[in-house]
């Protein structure tokens, strides 16, 4: 019998900025929690496409990616899958909506971030903040 070969699934994550704020949306489906709008990347489908088309998705934004933050790929980082995500960094005006698998959606600073925050966001969250305040570089190992 032939082996089973199985990939990580490739996902894409956002981080939105809006006026020094960040887009959070809270999850209708497990696992349940906020967590940055994103998701799977579909065949065919480029890393960037895929996150302006996720961010549309769920927060009824229009973003501009600014930069390639990092990849996340610890294998525990999703419950569901092993995913690897790329993370970027993208700016968007006016009001977020909450739409496909989004429950509910906020934009939070660093000092008012809701609970619970799903996958392995919280980590990711707090990367892009030490970034931005010139603790990390973008390389974060």
């Known amino acids: 019998m032939k082996p089973k070969y199985r990939n990580p699934l490739v996902t894409v994550d956002v981080i939105i900025e809006i006026n020094a704020n960040i887009v959070l949306i809270e999850r209708k489906n497990p696992p349940y929690g906020w967590a940055l709008p ?3 990347v579909d065949y065919g489908e480029s ?5 302006v088309r996720e961010a549309k998705e769920e927060t ?5 990616l600014i930069e390639q933050f990092h990849t996340y790929s610890d294998p525990n980082r999703d419950p569901r899958h092993h ?14 909506k ?5 429950k509910n959606i ?5 000092k008012n971030l809701p609970l619970p925050i799903a996958f392995d966001h919280a980590k990711i969250i707090s990367d892009y903040f030490q970034y931005k305040n010139g603790v990390l570089k973008k390389n974060i190992f």
């Open 38 to 40: 994103g998701g799977f």
């Open 106 to 110: 906020g934009v939070f600073t660093q």
């Open 47 to 51: 890393l960037e496409a895929s996150a």
């Open 60 to 64: 009824s934004l229009d973003i501009q």
């Open 98 to 102: 909450s739409a496909d698998d989004a």
């Open 83 to 96: 995913t690897v995500t790329t993370v970027f960094i993208a700016k968007a005006n006016g009001t977020p």
